[in-house]
């Protein structure tokens, strides 16, 4: 199992830029991927973005797209998501995960609120 830490939500106004980060603990070694997903009041869950832990290739939601950027640091063995040109529909619990390989992702922080002014 991995142990994932968010730090980095706060308020922020429209146009503003936040960074989210998560560090993670634990069977690292294991991790295939590490997702950033978010939840607005009364709606589901959605992706983000994803980034492979070796490779670092990424994948983002259409939503997102030229607004964030998903990194890893591998030595701190910590993933960042950078937001920039916030908007209110940003405005979510913004949670990282960890999968294994398979799609599914097994491990969850807790998440961190992001509030987007306007």
């Known amino acids: 199992q991995v142990q994932l830490v968010e730090s980095g939500g706060g308020l922020v106004q429209i146009g503003g830029s936040l960074r989210l980060s998560c560090a993670a603990s634990?069977?690292?070694?294991?991790?295939?991927?590490m997702g950033w997903f978010r939840q607005a009041p009364g709606k589901e869950r959605e992706f983000v973005a994803a980034?492979?832990?070796?490779?670092?290739?990424?994948r983002y939601a259409d939503s997102v797209k030229g607004r964030f950027t998903v990194s890893r640091d591998n030595a701190k063995n910590t993933v960042y998501l950078q937001m920039n040109t916030l908007i209110p529909d940003d405005t979510a619990v913004y949670y990282c995960?960890?999968?294994?390989?398979?799609?599914?992702?097994?491990?969850w922080g807790q998440g961190t609120q992001v509030t987007v002014s306007s």
């Open positions: 995960a960890a999968t294994r390989g398979g799609g599914a992702y097994d491990s």
């Open positions: 634990g069977r690292t070694v294991s991790t295939h991927a």
């Open positions: 980034i492979t832990w070796i490779r670092g290739n990424r």
